[in-house]
């Protein structure tokens, strides 16, 4: 158990601004005295929304900062001086645990590639999150690092997702599962199904078949695996849902005054309700596969999904996540 952690987050990338990550950053110290936190960014753009100083609060300067709309190969050859970049290069230094970014998704996985580097025998890192189901939580992976994939980057994400779901959940054998569009054997494409067959062989993982898309909150699985193409939209798609009940509820039980009579009576089960399906509380997914803690946040993330976010990296510096993982696969891919 790590007893101090400073986690690097990149205050320039996101949609809404530094301010967010300063915001947050305030938060996340407050909550836990053991934390330490470096804005990377502009310093007097951060230095400007600080409002009052903090021991445990630290600004390292970046001259840049990585578009949204910017190519990842681009950004790798003219962007190491952004604070995505800077930000991973503390991480690598030694003098951060973890790094948190709402940035561009491809550039921070060409970055994380060529800076913190790959597990050995690992092909592609893979973005990997918690999900809530019935009654639990479900990892997925890919949610959209490689838009691509082929039987052996499946095979790679399931054996990477098993031994995070270990690590993070406590789970002694993951029920390991591919996402299709049936559970019949001959469904799907020849990835997905050469997958399923190198999967089925595997004694080290605890694979279960194919799951459908309904199934990704029904705790059929503890670990759902897919190319980040369909784990993007699944992802998104599953947002644009909660959010959508959210706003329902909240027009429900505050448009009439029967609607807040009710709404003031079911207050506690409804705030329980709030908290399992609030996209925000669930913000912050793990680059799986580089050596080292990289959380990547929604990019239109709020102060409260973005603390969600640093909330996440904490913990898996905490759990020692990076470290866990290369053991076993050094172990298991002998």
């Not at 991480?91 to 973890?98: E, H, I, M, T």
Request: hydrophobic share 45%; proline share 3%; net charge neutral.
């Amino acid at each position: 158990m790590v007893n101090s952690i400073t986690i690097a987050v990149d205050a320039m990338s996101g949609d809404r601004g530094p301010a967010v990550a300063v915001g947050a950053a305030y938060d996340a110290l407050k909550e836990n005295q053991a934390l330490s936190i470096i804005l990377v960014g502009n310093r007097g753009e951060l230095e400007a929304l600080l409002f009052k100083p903090h021991p445990r609060l630290h600004i390292v300067e970046a001259a840049d900062v990585v578009r949204m709309n910017e190519r990842p190969s681009h950004a790798l050859r003219h962007k190491q001086n952004s604070s995505m970049a800077v930000a991973l290069k503390l991480v690598s230094r030694g003098d951060a645990q973890g790094c948190v970014s709402a940035g561009n998704t491809g550039a921070l996985m060409v970055f994380g590639r060529s800076i913190l580097k790959m597990y050995p025998g690992i092909e592609r890192p893979a973005i990997i999150k918690l999900i809530p189901s019935l009654r639990g939580r479900c990892h997925v992976l890919d949610l959209g690092a490689n838009v691509d994939s082929s039987a052996e980057n499946l095979y790679q994400f399931a054996l990477m997702g098993s031994l995070m779901a270990s690590a993070i959940s406590n789970l002694q054998e993951p029920r390991v599962a591919l996402l299709n569009v049936g559970e019949e054997e001959i469904k799907g494409n020849e990835q997905v199904r050469l997958a399923s067959h190198m999967l089925a062989q595997c004694e080290t993982i605890n694979y279960i078949g194919y799951v459908e898309g309904t199934d990704l909150f029904r705790d059929v699985a503890d670990v759902v695996v897919c190319d980040g193409f369909v784990g993007n939209i699944a992802l998104k798609t599953g947002e644009g849902v909660a959010n959508m009940l959210l706003e329902l509820l909240e027009q429900a039980f505050t448009r009439t005054w029967y609607g807040r009579m009710v709404g003031f009576l079911a207050r506690p089960t409804l705030l329980k309700l709030f908290r399992v399906i609030d996209p925000a509380r669930h913000n912050g997914a793990s680059f799986l596969g580089l050596q080292g803690v990289v959380i990547k946040s929604h990019g239109n993330a709020n102060e409260r999904a973005m603390l969600a976010a640093i909330r996440q990296a904490v913990k898996e510096v905490e759990l020692e996540v990076p470290r866990r993982i290369n053991e076993r696969l050094d172990e298991l891919m002998i």
